[in-house]
């Protein structure tokens, strides 16, 4: 009974691929648990590049993808800062500031983010528009047992958050690379057609646990 109770629990814990397409995940409010913890087999990345969409009305700092390791909590960290137009992109806990991005509240937004460990540079793109090219770290993977959060940012490995740092409003399409997407793939994920999914996460086939209240909702930008 013991064992069969214990299979039970492992089974209802293990995370099923889901299919999220014109989905999206809400986070209705401020809160320090509230979270997605995303599962990934990859657990050694030469270079990355995430893409999601999201929409809020914050005008406070907040997390957008929070990517931890035991001996990094920021190994990689989008972070989108209090000023409007200024994101943060954290690699191996060194910190790139991107300032004059082309930000609105209310209004659905696409950000992609690329790093890759030869060079260092770190780049934003939003809606298809590229910032400046930044130094973070060079010369190591991101590289251990990964734990990914959207909702949260992780001041510990897959733990340490702060309501204050929570992101409030709606978010869809996330896929993550290991590899650098080029300027015109770019450009196909922002336009949301012809592009690879993400072989490190896919929206469309997205492995996943829901921690608190965060919703599942379809897109309210597509007609039924």
Known sequence: Y???LLLLLVASCAAIPQNLSDKMFTFPQETNTAHV??????????AVTVCLRFFTDLKRHHSLFSLALPSFDNAFLLFKSA???SFQMWVRSM??????LDFKLNKWQSVCATWDAA????????DGKP????????GSNINGPIIIALGQEQDSHGGGFDAK????????????????????EIRK???GRGYANGNVLNWNSLEFQIIGRVLIENQQNTCQ
Do not use: I
Not at 172 to 183: A, R, V
């Open 2 to 4: 013991q064992m069969l």
């Open 119 to 126: 060079s260092g540079l770190a780049q934003l793109w939003v």
């Open 37 to 46: 913890r995303l599962t990934t087999s990859r657990q050694n990345l030469q």
């Open 165 to 184: 740092q929570s992101f409030v409003g709606m978010m869809s399409d996330l896929h993550m690379w290991d590899y650098k997407l080029s300027p015109c």
């Open 95 to 100: 910190a790139a500031n991107f300032e004059g």
């Open 131 to 138: 910032s400046s090219r930044k130094f973070t770290s060079s």
């Open 189 to 191: 994920y922002t336009n």
């Open 83 to 85: 000023n409007l137009d």
